[in-house]
């Protein structure tokens, strides 16, 4: 488990900065701001989402202590792959050049 988030929260991190940082130029600024709010509240509701439906899957069993930690490393995974996908999207599929 400390592996899992020695691992996650520094790619967590870097994600983000990538995320923000290569955005397609070629695009509307303001399209592409709104794009990015909408990509951070999906990974948000998501997270939160599991977070929800784990702490009342586990809160009453014999491993109530363990659902924060495992919310915690469930919402650094469903939050970078919310990312890296809505990027991936974002910058061939959405605002990908059209030129061609």
Known sequence: MVLAYIVL???FFV??????RFSPRAARPGDVVLYNAATVLVAIICSGGYTTWLYAAM???SDSGWWPVIAFLASLVISTGVLW???LLRNFVIF???SA
Not at 15 to 20: E, M, Q, R, T
């Open 9 to 11: 929260i520094p790619l």
């Open 15 to 20: 994600l983000v900065w990538v995320f923000f």
């Open 59 to 61: 809160s009453k069993g």
């Open 85 to 87: 996908i809505s990027a």
């Open 96 to 98: 990908g050049n059209r």
